[in-house]
Each structure stands twice: as structure tokens, then as C-alpha cells.
């Protein structure tokens, strides 16, 4: 990752991505050391599936938040940050609480609307966000952040950043879309396992992108 950030190499950033995944052994074994993100990405998918089969009102009120289905969805999300992923604890808690809230803030900026107007499409690109960003905060805590800092020039650790996303949201996108799923279609049984693979499905295609580089 040091040589991307240096030249501005996105096969660089694949590559760095990629080595990650391999010297944690693989999709699966780097996918077990996102617990808390995967516990995360579990209740997003259950939000949604309540959302599409009871409404939003009701699919709040499991978290004493009903009050809230009609306020604006960053507000809403943040207070259901704190309901599935408590300030505190451990890195992967960390990681994930900010996966959830960088990918809000993210849709927010564009316009996400109040939360009892979301689409199934938006309740998806959350989801899609926060298993992104969980795999991006764990590869920058794990070896990212040093490298990427190594360089002075603000603009080219903002670019190195970009690219290693942007690969990311590209594998797990892929890997969704492959599966044939709906997250507002999954019943409880099925949502862990789901979230797992796909985790692991994310994480071995960017191993073996990086490996091609």
C-alpha cells in the first residue's frame, strides 16, 4: 500500500488489499475477525426485512425507537447505532460503529430523506456500506494506516483512501449481486449465514484481484 500511495497505483492499493487477505488466511478466517461488523451488518439486513414486511413504525419499535419513523434516516441511524453497536469495547466494535456511521453520513450528504421514506434500494446501499467500510476500517487498523501516512502529501494519502474503497465496494457489490439476494427478502434463519459468506465471498475476490496485479 506504501508504493500506491506514493504513485498513485490502484493496482498497488489491490495488491496491499490483497496480501491482507492472504496473511490472514483467507476470506473466511479474515471474515471471523469482523464479528462485531458481521453482528452489524446482521441487524441492517433484519431492519430491512422488518421494514419491508411490518413498516418502518413497527420495525422501530423492537428498539423502543418507534417515535422516531418519521424523522430524518441520519438520526434515526445514529440512534440505532447506539441500540446495535455500543460506544466502547473492543477495535471491531469500534470499526463497525464506524462503518455504520461514515456510510450515513455518506447517503445524508445526498439526500437520504427521513426514514420512513426509504426504498429496499437505500436500505441495500447501507447495508452494502457498512460491510464495505467494516472490511476498509479492519485493513487500515491492520496495516494501512502506517503506510498510508508514510507519504506528506495530504492529496495522495485522500487519493490512496479513495482507491482502496472504491475496490472494496466493488468486490462486495460484486459478491452481492452474484448471490442473487435481497436483504429485505431474507427471513432471520438465513441472515447470519448470508452476511458471513458474503463477508468471506468480498474478501476472497479482493485476494484474488490483488493477486493478479
Known amino acids: 500500500m506504501t508504493s500506491g500511495t506514493k504513485n498513485g497505483s490502484s493496482g498497488s492499493i489491490r495488491r496491499g488489499a490483497g496480501q491482507y487477505v492472504a496473511a490472514s488466511g483467507g476470506g473466511r478466517a479474515a471474515a471471523r ?21 411490518d413498516g418502518p413504525t413497527e420495525a422501530l419499535r423492537r ?25 466502547g469495547g473492543t477495535i471491531d466494535e ?28 437505500d436500505l441495500q446501499e447501507i447495508f452494502i456500506g457498512v460491510v464495505s467500510r467494516s472490511i476498509e476500517g479492519r485493513i487500515l487498523n491492520e ?6 501516512k508514510l507519504s506528506p502529501d495530504i492529496a495522495a494519502v485522500d487519493r490512496a483512501q479513495k482507491m482502496l474503497r472504491s475496490f472494496i465496494v466493488g468486490c462486495v457489490r460484486d459478491r452481492f449481486q452474484d448471490s442473487g439476494e435481497s436483504v429485505s427478502s431474507l427471513d432471520s434463519g438465513q441472515i447470519d449465514g448470508f452476511v458471513s459468506d458474503l463477508y468471506a465471498a468480498s474478501l476472497d475476490l479482493m485476494q484474488t484481484m490483488g493477486e493478479a496485479e
Open 94 to 121: 469500534a470499526i463497525a460503529r464506524d462503518a455504520l456511521l461514515e456510510t450515513i453520513a455518506d447517503l445524508a450528504s445526498k439526500g437520504i430523506g427521513n426514514f420512513d421514506q426509504l426504498t429496499q434500494d
Open 33 to 53: 475477525q469482523l464479528g462485531s461488523s458481521r453482528a452489524l451488518a446482521g441487524g441492517i439486513a433484519g431492519l430491512a426485512s422488518a421494514i419491508s414486511r
Open 63 to 87: 428498539f423502543n425507537l418507534e417515535s422516531l419513523a418519521g424523522a430524518p434516516a441520519q438520526d434515526v441511524f445514529v440512534a440505532l447505532t447506539d441500540a446495535l453497536c455500543p460506544p
Open 143 to 148: 496495516v494501512g494506516t502506517n503506510s498510508i
